[in-house]
C-alpha cells in the first residue's frame, strides 16, 4: 500500500491530503486509478469497469485527460469531462471489450471554495460538525429504482442493480457530470472513494473513522477486514 500525501492553501484555508489504494481480494490486479497533485488543489478518483484492458485504459485516459482540462468552474469542468468522455471512446476502439471507468474529483476553486465532479459511483463525503453526508448521487440503475420507489434497498433488484452504471466515462451517450461546489470550513473532512470503500464500510463506520482523524491506511485495511471484495482506493482531505 502506497501512501500519497499533499499540502494545499485555498483561500487562507490550509488542507492536508492524504491518499492510498489497495487491490482487495478478488481482483489480480488494481484497476483503480488515482491521482493527487502535489502543486495544486486536485484529486482524481477513477475506477474502471471490469478487469479487461478496457478497465485499465478507461481509466488512465480518464485520469491523464481530466488533469490536463481541468480548470475552476462549470463550463470548465463541463468541457474538461466532455474531453475524457471523447479521449475514453477513442481509446475504446482498439479494445475487444468494455472501455469505461468512473469519474470522482476534487478542484479547489478561487474564493476559499471546491468543485466536486461525478461520473458513476463512485463518491464523495464531507463529515461537518458530527454529521456525515453523501454530496454525490450513485449514477446507477439501483440508485434510481430506490429513489423512485420501484424497489425497496434491501430488495435482490436493488443488490443486481448497484452496479449497472447509468453514466459513466466512455458511455456512447457522452452524458455530462453532476458539479457540485463547496465552501471549505475548518474541521471539515471529505472523503473521495471508491464503491471498494463504500460498499464494505458503512456510512456509520465512516463517520466514526473520519470524526476520529482516521489514517487513510486504516479506512484502507478496514475494507480488507471486512471482505476486500473490490479494489478500494480513499482520498481524506481536511481542512484546518
Same mark, same amino acid.
Given at each position: 500500500?502506497?501512501?500519497?500525501?499533499?499540502?494545499?492553501?485555498?483561500? %487562507?484555508?490550509? +488542507?492536508?491530503?492524504?491518499?492510498?489504494?489497495?487491490?482487495?481480494?478478488?481482483?489480480?490486479?488494481? *484497476?483503480?486509478?488515482?491521482?493527487? /497533485?502535489?502543486?495544486?488543489?486536485?484529486?482524481?478518483?477513477?475506477?474502471?469497469?471490469?478487469?479487461?484492458?478496457?478497465?485499465?485504459?478507461?481509466?488512465?485516459?480518464?485520469?491523464?485527460?481530466?488533469?490536463?482540462?481541468?480548470?475552476?468552474?462549470?463550463?470548465?469542468?463541463?468541457?474538461?469531462?466532455?474531453?475524457?468522455?471523447?479521449?475514453?471512446?477513442?481509446?475504446?476502439?482498439?479494445?475487444? %471489450?468494455?472501455?469505461?471507468?468512473?469519474?470522482?474529483? *476534487? +478542484?479547489?476553486?478561487? /474564493?476559499?471554495?471546491?468543485?466536486?465532479?461525478?461520473?458513476?459511483? $463512485?463518491?464523495?463525503? #464531507?463529515?461537518? /460538525?458530527?454529521?456525515?453526508?453523501?454530496?454525490?448521487?450513485?449514477?446507477?440503475?439501483?440508485?434510481?429504482?430506490?429513489?423512485?420507489?420501484?424497489?425497496?434497498?434491501?430488495?435482490?433488484?436493488?443488490?443486481?442493480?448497484?452496479?449497472?452504471?447509468?453514466?459513466?466515462?466512455?458511455?456512447?451517450?457522452?452524458?455530462?457530470?453532476?458539479?457540485?461546489?463547496?465552501?471549505?470550513?475548518?474541521?471539515?473532512?471529505?472523503?473521495?472513494?471508491?464503491?471498494?470503500? $463504500?460498499?464494505?464500510?458503512? /456510512?456509520?463506520?465512516?463517520? #466514526?473513522?473520519?470524526?476520529?482523524?482516521?489514517?487513510?491506511?486504516?479506512?484502507?485495511?478496514?475494507?480488507?477486514?471486512?471482505?476486500?471484495?473490490?479494489?478500494?482506493?480513499?482520498?481524506?482531505?481536511?481542512? $484546518?
Amino acid at each position: 500500500m502506497r501512501i500519497r500525501t499533499a499540502r494545499w492553501e485555498i483561500g %487562507g484555508r490550509r +488542507l492536508t491530503v492524504t491518499a492510498g489504494s489497495v487491490v482487495g481480494n478478488r481482483y489480480p490486479d488494481n *484497476f483503480d486509478v488515482l491521482h493527487l /497533485d502535489e502543486v495544486r488543489p486536485l484529486a482524481v478518483v477513477a475506477d474502471g469497469m471490469g478487469d479487461g484492458p478496457g478497465s485499465t485504459a478507461a481509466g488512465r485516459t480518464t485520469v491523464a485527460v481530466f488533469i490536463r482540462e481541468a480548470a475552476t468552474g462549470p463550463a470548465a469542468l463541463r468541457a474538461a469531462v466532455a474531453a475524457v468522455q471523447v479521449a475514453v471512446r477513442d481509446a475504446g476502439r482498439a479494445q475487444p %471489450g468494455l472501455t469505461g471507468c468512473t469519474l470522482t474529483a *476534487f +478542484l479547489g476553486g478561487d /474564493d476559499g471554495d471546491a468543485w466536486i465532479v461525478q461520473l458513476g459511483d $463512485s463518491r464523495a463525503y #464531507r463529515l461537518r /460538525d458530527g454529521c456525515l453526508e453523501l454530496l454525490t448521487s450513485d449514477h446507477t440503475a439501483a440508485w434510481l429504482g430506490i429513489l423512485n420507489g420501484w424497489y425497496a434497498a434491501d430488495s435482490r433488484e436493488a443488490y443486481y442493480d448497484r452496479h449497472r452504471l447509468t453514466r459513466y466515462a466512455g458511455h456512447p451517450g457522452m452524458p455530462e457530470p453532476d458539479l457540485l461546489n463547496v465552501a471549505l470550513r475548518p474541521g471539515d473532512r471529505f472523503l473521495l472513494c471508491t464503491d471498494g470503500v $463504500s460498499d464494505q464500510i458503512d /456510512d456509520r463506520a465512516l463517520a #466514526r473513522l473520519l470524526a476520529d482523524g482516521t489514517p487513510v491506511e486504516t479506512v484502507l485495511d478496514q475494507t480488507l477486514r471486512t471482505g476486500g471484495d473490490d479494489n478500494a482506493t480513499a482520498v481524506l482531505i481536511h481542512v $484546518s
